[in-house]
């Protein structure tokens, strides 16, 4: 297999640039064309559980990169896609559509266990590899105030259940079960096994 130096990220997450970063993975953007409609990637399906969905939703968008890389004739590198969601029970809580959205979402998760699971592909130029990071978060009962001063701050717009763990909400989490760096955006390890096995040099 070939080696490469660096591999092409379609995401447009700075929490997974910085976290490439992190570990010394030099990476260049594969964003959407203004004509693709990335958003319509995500679009939940009647029934369908978490973690199926997170791992559909991570497949088309590799899909749609592989596409794009190919349709730019750029030079061969691994290709790498991810997608987060957040699930309370069966019941998957994606990006808030507006403030009372995300209000809903998070006076919901206030005080309770949900779960943040992020899958993260890879094409290494012949073959697709995906694996799915599953971590658990607890949060402590949220004043109702603190969530409004959350919501009209505007950090819950663009993240999958209204919150960030690295944000000022992080004061009132109890307690991870899992990947700190998964809950983020980007789980570290498995992205880092994934890689290695796709041909970048350390």
Same mark, same amino acid.
């Given at each position: ?14 929490? #997974?640039?910085? *976290?490439?970063?992190?570990? !010394?993975?030099? =990476?260049?953007? /594969?964003? @959407?064309? %203004?004509?693709? $409609? ?64 995300? #209000?809903?979402? *998070?006076?919901?998760?206030? !005080?309770?266990? =949900?779960?943040? /699971?992020? @899958?993260? %592909?890879?094409? $290494? ?78």
């Amino acid at each position: 297999m070939p080696s490469h130096d660096f591999i092409y990220l379609a995401s447009q997450s700075p929490r #997974r640039r910085q *976290l490439l970063s992190q570990i !010394g993975v030099r =990476h260049e953007l /594969l964003l @959407a064309d %203004a004509d693709e $409609d990335a958003e319509a990637l995500e679009a939940t399906r009647a029934g369908e559980l978490p973690r199926d969905y997170v791992e559909r939703v991570t497949r088309a968008k590799l899909a749609a990169a592989r596409r794009r890389h190919q349709r730019r004739e750029l030079p061969p590198a691994p290709i790498l896609c991810a997608d987060t969601t957040v699930a309370l029970g069966r019941r998957i809580l994606g990006k808030p559509a507006d403030a009372a959205d995300a #209000r809903a979402t *998070l006076t919901a998760l206030s !005080g309770r266990s =949900h779960r943040v /699971l992020t @899958a993260v %592909a890879v094409f $290494d130029g012949r073959r697709s590899s995906l694996v799915v990071n599953d971590s658990r978060v607890r949060f402590a009962a949220i004043p109702a105030e603190v969530i409004e001063a959350y919501v009209d701050s505007g950090e819950p717009f663009g993240k999958a259940g209204s919150y960030a763990i690295q944000s000022s909400l992080a004061g009132w989490i109890e307690r991870i079960e899992g990947s700190h760096s998964g809950i983020m955006g980007l789980p570290l390890f498995e992205t880092h096994q994934l890689l290695r096995r796709a041909g970048l040099r350390p």
